[in-house]
């Protein structure tokens, strides 16, 4: 009978590629910048509130506008946080097509299906390290949960920007928005519990290093 292959050891420092390390630090800037534009759409510029103040402060000019004018006014702030946040978008899903071109030129062992499946491998060896085996599987299970949201948050985003100039996609427009909407929470979920994971390895020093290995490309 065939000797089962002894898996290695997985390891948190990994060597990361530059292509991965400029994808990764983009996509960060990119998820920051675009839910900062929902922040603002949703508070300093947003339309209801903003109305209020348009009339009022039109007003104090002694000149009075129509709710409605004043809605036309505010209403213009908040779609120019809407566009720049489509803008984000269309970057965030030119990223995301940039992640897989890398992961196909990937070697072998850098993938992440074959890492997943080491891991699996590995865990399953009776003198396995299962504390640190069952940390990094689960690491790279929320990797995959993340790449899998960013897809649908693209696919949805990229619809809802097109959906208007096609007549029969606009009654799915309202679907893809709430669809959106609840990956956004899932992407803002894995951001804090990816930082957050990032800053106890940091402090715990078991791990420590591991965001210079994203600058510097690991050891």
């Known amino acids: 009978m065939k000797e089962q292959e002894k898996v290695m050891t997985p390891s948190f420092r990994e060597k990361h590629s530059i292509a991965i390390r400029i994808w990764h630090w983009c996509t960060f800037i990119t998820i920051a910048g675009s839910l900062l534009t929902v922040l603002l759409a949703k508070t300093v510029l947003n339309k209801e509130d903003n109305t209020i103040l348009v009339q009022q402060n039109l007003q104090a000019s002694n000149v009075t506008v129509t709710t409605s004018v004043a809605r036309q006014v505010a209403h213009e702030f908040s779609d120019k946080a809407w566009n720049l946040h489509k803008y984000f978008g269309y970057i965030l ?7 897989l071109i890398i992961e196909f030129f990937q070697p072998g062992e850098r993938k992440l299906l074959p890492l ?3 891991s699996v491998k590995y865990l ?6 299962k504390p640190l085996a069952k940390h990094y599987l689960f690491t790279k299970y929320v990797y995959l949960i993340f790449y899998i949201s960013l897809l649908i948050q693209a696919s949805t985003g990229l619809f809802m920007a097109y959906s208007d100039d096609i007549e029969t996609l606009k009654s799915l427009r309202h679907t893809a928005s709430d669809i959106h909407s ?3 929470w ?12 990032v800053i106890l390895a940091e402090i715990g020093g078991e791990y420590k290093g591991i965001v210079s290995d994203m600058l510097n490309g690991g050891e």
């Open 93 to 99: 899903a030119s990223l995301l097509l940039f992640r």
């Open 116 to 118: 997943i499946k080491k």
């Open 124 to 129: 399953k060896q009776p003198d396995s390290n």
């Open 182 to 184: 609840v990956f956004m």
């Open 186 to 197: 899932v992407l803002i979920s894995y951001i804090i519990i990816h930082i957050g994971g």
